[in-house]
């Protein structure tokens, strides 16, 4: 079965330090994989996906980026962190396009 | 501009009765339909789905109806029980195309299941 690997679980970081997120996936080969993030009191916003190495496509305009350096490894990134970017991040993977497989997340704050 | 809506933030239930979760959307490409269930500080897991060939699909106590003409789903869970507090999220996606699976979520619902 498709596992996926997100870390840290939590993570607090001072205003303009950059940011690095990684999700690994187990159990499955070439998957899409996706970025989502849950600012409080708000849903699932997708961010990024992507349907293959070097393949990123950004669903919103802000303040993050996204890599895909490996098959099944997704990074997601920031060079100066703001206080917007507190959320909570979830890595998604699915080799079907009718589901997704969810990390714990991590759950970020900057202060 | 919110796609998919679950206009009800809370739900509050007694064990053993019937929770019903309703959703929206406006959307009228979305074919494919998902409720994921999530438990604090964790990630959302897949509860069931629906296609929009089907209006009813069931799985165990959890039952989704769709009902396309309206762009409304709802998730039924008979009987309700404490361990289903929990948010649910509704969520849509064009099945095939250029979508890849990319999904499109609501705000969520807060269940809570009281013994």
């Known amino acids: 079965s498709q596992t996926i690997h997100q870390w840290p679980a939590t993570l607090v970081q001072p205003v303009g330090s950059p940011l690095s997120l990684e999700c690994t996936v187990e159990?499955?080969?070439?998957?899409?994989l996706y970025w989502y993030r849950q600012a409080a009191g708000r849903g699932l916003q997708l961010l990024f996906y992507?349907?293959?190495?070097?393949?990123i496509s950004s669903e919103v305009p802000q303040n993050l980026s996204a890599s895909r350096p490996q098959d099944r490894q997704f990074i997601l990134s920031s060079k100066k962190l703001l206080l917007s970017d507190s959320g909570f991040y979830l890595c998604?993977?699915?080799?079907?396009?009718?589901?997704?497989?969810f990390g714990q997340g991590t759950r970020l704050t900057v202060v | 501009d919110q796609q998919v809506k679950q206009n009800s933030p809370s739900l509050s239930v007694q064990e053993g009765r019937i929770s019903i979760l309703n959703c929206d959307y406006t959307?009228?490409?979305?074919?494919?339909f998902l409720w994921y269930k999530k438990y604090p500080a964790e990630g959302p897991t897949f509860l069931i789905s629906?296609?929009?060939?089907?209006d009813k699909n069931e799985d165990g106590r959890f039952t989704v109806f769709l009902n396309k003409s309206a762009k409304h789903l709802s998730l039924h869970i008979v009987p309700s029980q404490p361990g289903d507090s929990a948010v649910y999220f509704c969520?849509?996606?064009?099945?095939?195309?250029?979508?890849?699976?990319?999904?499109?979520f609501g705000q969520g619902t807060i269940l809570t299941v009281h013994p």
């Open positions: 998604a993977g699915g080799r079907r396009y009718t589901e997704a497989f």
């Open positions: 159990g499955t080969s070439n998957p899409n």
């Open positions: 992507s349907v293959g190495i070097g393949q």
């Open positions: 959307n009228s490409m979305f074919d494919y």
């Open positions: 629906i296609s929009s060939i089907k």
């Open positions: 969520a849509a996606t064009i099945a095939g195309g250029t979508s890849y699976g990319k999904l499109t």
